[in-house]
């Protein structure tokens, strides 16, 4: 993770994947560099979800920025590969939108919160 801003402990990190997971059933994801990148700049994002492994890192370097004009909540995990599978797809991804946390909406707030706090 050479271009993560800060550590997320490995607590946090599990605790992202089940919100992506019930976000995924139960609210609205958005799965892709792409459509993430689309997400943030509709406005449309409750935390964005950054895969600290990508490679090269300059595929996911513009959307943190993004995400402080907007003022969206980012984090970092460490497996493209585990945040694929948490999205419910069979292959890797580089990021995850949650736009709509559905019944991980408490989740996605604690996280946004702990986040806020690794940041100061």
């Known amino acids: 993770m050479s271009y993560t801003e800060f550590d997320v402990p490995e ?7 089940e919100a992506i997971e019930k976000a995924r059933d139960t609210g609205k ?15 449309n994002t409750d935390i ?18 993004l995400c402080g004009e907007k ?8 497996s493209k590969e585990e945040l694929g599978m948490a999205a419910g797809i069979n292959v890797q991804t580089a990021t995850v939108a949650i736009s709509d946390s559905g019944s991980a909406k408490d989740d996605v707030e604690e ?6 706090e690794l940041k100061e």
Do not use: C, Q, W
């Open 11 to 17: 607590s946090l990190e599990e605790k992202t994947y």
């Open 71 to 78: 003022d969206i909540t980012y984090t970092f995990v460490g």
């Open 48 to 65: 964005v979800v950054i895969a600290g492994d990508v490679e090269p890192a300059e595929i996911v370097m513009h959307i943190p920025a």
């Open 111 to 116: 996280i946004i919160e702990k986040i806020k």
């Open 29 to 43: 994801i958005r799965i892709g560099t792409n459509e993430t990148t689309k997400s943030i700049e509709r406005d």
